[in-house]
């Protein structure tokens, strides 16, 4: 759908994996979770394991990813389940956002544009926050040596207080870095902001 390398890199995982799907949140969902109230914005959802564990905590959630495969799994799995996760495949790169939010999160998704573009969308994404409500975006900053799934051209290694810096004004609830070993000796390293709008 979008052409993109990160895209085909995450569907043809992700159609391996939908048939059997274990639905274990990673760090930076566990982190976002308790921050997750009424209606939620999963932008970049994956297989929708945070976007099920949040309705089933009562929040109303829609869920868009540019993956087939990940959406055909979410459709399944919400209608299996009768959980409120409404599952759309969106180009994520220019998406016009017209409802607003109780909670936006983004887990792994803005790294994959080029920062101007990543930031741009990030300011779109804090604009569709109700006043009280909370962002949770995660991104992959310097240091990062694991490049096999970025578009050589088109991506972005933020820098360590980028996020910080990008939600001057709101509260900053937590902010984690962590490394990960990824192949061949290479790192990722993560920084996650969980901000809340100034009601
Ligand atoms: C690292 S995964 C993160 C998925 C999920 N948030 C999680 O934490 O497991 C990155 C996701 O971004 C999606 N993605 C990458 N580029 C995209 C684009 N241009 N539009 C929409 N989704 C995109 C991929 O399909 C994949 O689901």
Redesign the pocket.
Known sequence: M?G?V??A???EQ?RKQSHDVALVL?P??VLALPFLTGEVL?F????G??AFAAASQGCTVTA????PA?IEHIHAHATATGLPVYAAL????D?PLVATYDAI?????LM??DCARAINILADLKAHVRPGGVVVV?VLVEGTTYID?FDPTDHCLFAPMALQDEFEGWTIERMEFSDFAAPNDTLKRFCTVVARNPA
């Open positions: 979008t993109s990160s895209v890199f995450f569907d992700f990673n930076f969902e999963d970049g959802c994956g297989m394991n945070l868009l990813d540019a993956s990940a969106a180009d994520l790169r998406y999160v983004s887990i792994g998704l994959f544009f995660n799934m």
